[in-house]
């Protein structure tokens, strides 16, 4: 891809040799003038970004301020979550505004997924070469 930045896969789980190894991009996500970095797995199978409890309360939202209830499906079906809006700076590029589904779950990472993620970001995935490429929408 054209004007993308590479990445290599992280390993989550070393026991699991090359099957451990994730696709997860470091981001820099700011609310409120408050910013943190962590690293999102992409994942092309959720409709929605998934921020857990600690990273918004590390970014200072309030839980009773947010006033947009969202039900998730899945592991995370049972779990409470409202809607958060964020911007994020993904490698080099712009910052983005990202709408997460802020969770009371504190046992998941920070997902990217298709809203809205992959809706401001094109991925190409080099799974042989444990690697994969972000670039911003044309």
């Not at 994730?22 to 970095?37: A, D, F, G, R």
């Not at 990273?55 to 409470?80: C, H, K, M, S, Y």
């Not at 992959?118 to 044309?138: G, H, I, T």
Request: charged fraction near 15%; include cysteine; hydrophobic fraction near 45%.
């Amino acid at each position: 891809m054209r004007n993308a930045e590479r990445y290599s896969f992280t390993a989550v789980d070393p026991a699991l040799g090359e099957a451990g190894l994730q696709p997860y991009l470091p981001i820099v996500l700011t609310h409120h003038n408050q910013s943190v970095t962590v690293r999102g797995l992409l994942d092309t199978g959720a409709m929605v970004n998934v921020l857990p409890y600690q990273v918004g309360i590390d970014l200072g939202a309030i839980w009773e301020q947010q006033t947009t209830p969202l039900l998730l499906t899945g592991n995370l079906a049972r779990f409470e979550a409202k809607g958060l809006l964020v911007s994020a700076v993904a490698g080099q590029f712009a910052p983005v505004q990202l709408a997460f589904a802020w969770t009371r779950a504190t046992q998941v990472p920070v997902l990217l997924g298709h809203v809205n993620f992959l809706m401001e970001f094109d991925v190409c995935f080099y799974r042989s070469q444990l690697a994969f490429e972000v670039r911003p929408k044309e």
